[in-house]
């Protein structure tokens, strides 16, 4: 038998309960082949309990900097969180109704949190065979100690126990990082962020390792009508008027020293699609003063973006940081909620992606660059064994990020593994991030992808493709090691620039 | 064990069986890991017998409105069936000895069918592991009450058996439309049809519900030579001379109305690629003119199909007919087959297919209004994932069509369900239907398809993804409820317009 | 008990073993659950005894002309197979210390096999769950006896097992050929080669079947700086001077026969994008003197290949060779390595790949031609469901290649069955080939391949899809004969032109 899970809390006794008995089986998500969810629980045991390595995600720093107490349970787990409300919207529940803000602030949304919760509640058979459910019922069970399915009869018994935990010191940010077992936390900020919380966590005295990650992606879109006032910010944080490229770029790298500083390890960079070329620095500079006129078009800003990210690699080939790619991703399909409600609302859908000749600019210049890392993402699947474990099977620089998004679930990360490791190895995997703004959730994430991998390799030693010390190993590497590697989280302080090692192409490059 | 099923009939006797005994196992098609299998077989139970909403298919509506005798067993299962004489094709069996109509009638073909069944018999080896043989073993002994494996040495006597069965009273199409336990059947019927067929159906009596579906395409393709000609029988089942773009309009609509009199709910759409702009009015009346000028060309037909699809998104919002997309499918590769045979003669061609950007005009302007809903169906299966799911699981207007054509089979319906759940759900999905041309094929294929789903289901019990209550609640749906909803086929009459019911997107739409 | 394999010798007892004991375990691939594995274990016990075929490969004629002695392990085993080295340079392993050769002959490189060797063994945990890890493992075990695992430890002694063995002389190549139990090895050669190795093999009354493979592509790629070259090579061979298409043309057709007369069946061809176009008489004139002038540019180039496969198609349907298309590669993706060490170096990325429109000129010219077979490949796993699937199951003469270069591994060839029989059934696939220029490999890479599909055969048995008697006969087709009847191999002599049979489409072909 499994014992209780690290994060078991003992349940709140219940008087009438009417929903149906619930509880997490310890075999869940494995394999009903008995060889094979045996090794998968072996597997599994020695993997849970290894510390939370969490290398990107997109927690708000200012939870862990002021460690003020969580809100009620809609507040924290339905109105932020697009995977759960986009559903819903999906079965033709309104946003008003779940009580997601609109950008009028006048506009007639539910505001009574308790009526959002019901809805969620009466409609939660919509998560079947979903990530979410899957995570939400460890967090239920295993956070708040819910004994009980949640439904349209039990919602309001729950909502009332969430909410009583809630209160309690016990769930505060910083409590929940150690139980939690954090080893490190990064957050995603803005370039033109001055990561004042993450100062503050710096100067606070608490132990908590939380690190910024530079993702300067709204300074590149030059045609976007928010492009001046970004550039505008990036003049204030940097402290000197930008006139030209060579002053931009110099910003750009000294912001990069500050994330450094504060303890940052990597950047990430998210475009619709993952082109690079280098341009002649006058085509540079030309792009740059058309686009301080205003003049600058979308094939402008599709060249710019281009370059910028052999410019972004050349930077981390100098100052250490780890390149993230994340392409694919159209924002905002639905204009008319983007107009009422803003980003991230469930409505970024995913574009076929092309790496192969995309990347190859960038690969040839720095991918066999020993100073140089990059970890790449998708969401498309089909690129995993076409194009992405060919690349990192080749490259010393790539790394392959876990399955993304759309992805990170147990069909996804089980397709990953089948498409990724006969070609590029498992060395050539950065290991699991859990990518999300739920802080809460972050333990579930981690605990279904241990599950799902270990899985995997229970497979494996089934069929006799490892043997079980091999799988034990991997096991190690998929859960802890490899994320911290692969981000240079094992180095003691933050990264330098390699500096001069020796290429790979010893031959070939400086 | 699993009692016989419903379309048992008792086997003739056999003398002299040469051909090795032949049985369907109660158990086909489910996983052999027991406990997933024993999960599968109680979910299929309470599934099988549940009646069958066949929403999309190609039977002939004469076939129900004159209810003739079905002809002799090569003429009823394989001259017509594009799946089966393509496989003998390609093995180098040629159409005229399977006796397929030749477009010149005086070419020489076989004319005896026993020949033609006895060369289909000796390859019916062709067949091992695709769904042709699944759908065909399961009519050969459930319907026809065949005991021996259907070889070379067995053809003739199966033959005759068949043959005898089909001259009985109870084989005519009207009493298997009883035994087969079907709910409602949609055909597919060109705008122009008059559906003289449906109403002579709705005037006898008989108590069966068959109903058109509206398929107008061959009116959009501007640039066909077949267009004018399309174009002179829309006037004349309309009455009226079309001299512009808004009588054209106008009498589509009246169409619609003529259609959904007769019981249609839906429309249907067949483009090589789905893609969708709204023309301004006067682009559209210069694009319609040229075409009457006989001017159009391809490029025109683009744009102005991508025209017609908004607009027919537009009449669905009106009158409430439920739309269907099925794109990607390159027609008559083989123009030397075409030349000769004509069209639907397994010479279709898949092409990978584009819907996130395709498709956005449509759903931004209508995929969040209530009144509208659209199916989308693919013969792309990277889509499934990367932009179906994520599609269907925000725009409420979007409904995910089963697993369509060459994916209508085992592997094809387990990697849709493993594909698309974890991301859409199974609720935006439109349940199954079986897109026949072949009226005896019909609960050979609900039949395969709830298999498939049952033993999906079961997967997921055995691995704790949900509970068997749960998995119990989602059969009923993919076997049945989801495809009578989807199609609103639970509305009592053909379906009015939706009314001015309130938006999703509350203070975005009217 | 599974029996020790064909291959089996007798381990040489080690003294001192410190690695970790080291078998095959004879279930190894199958699946775990024992209905599977046990019908699975039943149908290899049938295939494994089968002659091996190779119809396509990158054997070196000389190896079997001049059956020299192999060399060291390190030059045998490492040094020239891009899917071990790869795997290392892309871990940061130098492809210098791997002792890669390098184009500049003076450049430092290791020169020690054993260290070499120690690295390898050192890393070869990277290999876990990879396709190169069960071949060399198979190898290791099955070829050269070593009972202990590769690694760290046993690095050095299992160096010195391995080359003790291949000193021997039952470790020399035809040796080899007979206890493989090769039937036919075909190589593949430059249309310029004048094949003196397949010469010498012939007159050498050795009777091993090694056939060569007629690759033109370098002679069609008008715009590469290598292309006057190999025209002046074919002129050499040719022994005639070539001023014009015409001519071009006719050295082809009489390459093809030498070809043919020592025993080649088939052609191959290699393109980024298998794109087919007849140009006129004209226009390839043109195109040709325009290449002659040396002003040929890209886009000339493509439209010249694209004729090309029309022509190479029109010589087979003369000429009876098996046309292979193998497209989809983006050769020497990092230009600094392939400066530095050449082409083949593991940094081949594959790129997305399309079939229905770019093959449709060749197939409605020759594809329903009884006188024409080409096997299609890929490396893009999309087609198998989309593309190539239904065009093998509807042309006659198109045969789907088996699954390629990185999906030759379990999982990638379980999902090539997956995505294609269901469509194509497995009469219209071309069986297995090893495709690979080590030769030592060829036993480990056809049992590997036997495996999976007697598992995958094994699951429809456990599935009730198909019979225990189909499978096994479907076994000995997919182990053996349609690999040997793809290739006319089962025909007695070189294969003359089918001449003028009747067409499968009578009435539209001559």
Chains 1, 2, 3 share one sequence.
Not at 16 to 38: G, K, Y
Not at 185 to 204: C, G, K, V, Y
Not at 209 to 234: I, K, N, S
Request: proline share 6%; glycine share 6%; hydrophobic share 40%.
């Amino acid at each position: 038998m499994v014992s209780p899970a690290r994060l078991l809390v003992s349940p709140i006794p219940l008087a009438m309960t009417a929903a149906p008995a619930f509880a997490l089986h310890p075999d869940r998500f494995f394999d009903a082949e008995p060889s094979v969810r045996r090794a998968a629980r072996t597997l599994y045991e020695e993997m849970r309990g290894l510390p939370l390595v969490c290398p990107h995600g997109h927690v708000d720093p200012s939870l862990l900097s002021e460690d003020r107490a969580f809100p009620e349970p809609a507040a924290l787990l339905i109105t932020p969180d697009h995977y759960l409300f986009r559903m819903l919207f999906s079965q033709g529940v309104s946003m008003e109704s779940l009580g997601v803000p609109t950008r009028d602030p006048k506009a007639a949304i539910e505001r009574d949190p308790r009526k959002v919760w019901r809805i969620f509640a009466a409609n939660y058979h919509l998560f079947r065979g979903t990530p979410s459910r899957a995570w939400l019922d460890y967090e239920l069970h295993e956070l708040f100690g819910v004994r009980e399915r949640l439904g349209a009869d039990s919602a309001d018994r729950i909502y009332d126990q969430i909410d009583e935990r809630l209160k309690s010191a016990e769930f505060k940010p910083r409590a929940l990082f150690g139980r939690f077992n954090i080893e490190v936390l990064a957050t995603t900020d803005a370039a033109t962020d001055d990561l004042p919380h993450h100062r503050t966590i710096r100067e606070s005295g608490w132990n908590g390792r939380v690190v910024p990650t530079f993702r300067p992606d709204a300074l590149f879109r030059l045609a976007a009508p928010t492009w001046r006032g970004e550039l505008a910010a990036l003049e204030r944080v940097h402290g000197a008027s930008i006139g030209g490229f060579t002053e931009f770029r110099d910003a750009l790298v000294a912001r990069r020293a500050m994330f450094r500083s504060l303890g940052a390890t990597a950047t990430d960079h998210a475009v619709e699609e993952p082109y690079t070329e280098r341009l002649s620095p006058d085509a540079v500079d030309a792009l740059f003063a058309k686009a301080l006129r205003g003049d600058a078009e979308a094939a402008d800003q599709k060249r710019f973006e281009a370059h910028m990210l052999m410019e972004m690699a050349q930077m981390s080939v100098d100052d250490g940081l780890v390149m993230q790619l994340h392409p694919g991703s159209l924002r905002d399909h639905n204009s008319q909620l983007f107009a009422r409600f803003g980003p991230d609302k469930g409505a970024d859908i995913p574009l076929r992606t092309e790496y192969t000749r995309n990347l190859r600019a960038m690969l040839d210049a720095f991918g066999s660059d020993p100073r140089f890392r990059i970890v790449l993402f998708t969401l498309d699947e089909t690129t995993y064994s076409r194009e992405l474990a060919p690349l990192a099977g080749h490259y010393p620089a790539v790394r392959l990020g876990p399955a993304w998004w759309f992805h990170d679930s147990v069909e996804g990360m089980t397709r990953y593994r089948q498409l990724t490791t006969e070609t590029a190895g498992i060395y050539n995997t950065a290991g699991f991030n859990d990518d999300t703004r739920a802080f809460c959730s972050i333990p579930a994430r981690h605990d279904l992808a241990r599950r799902v991998d270990a899985n995997w390799l229970g497979g494996l030693v089934a069929r006799h493709v490892i043997e079980m010390d091999e799988a034990r190993a991997m096991g190690r590497a998929l859960a802890y090691e490899l994320a911290r590697e692969t981000y240079k989280f094992d180095v003691a302080s933050a990264p330098a620039s390699a500096g001069p090692r020796h290429s790979v192409l010893a031959g070939a490059t400086a």
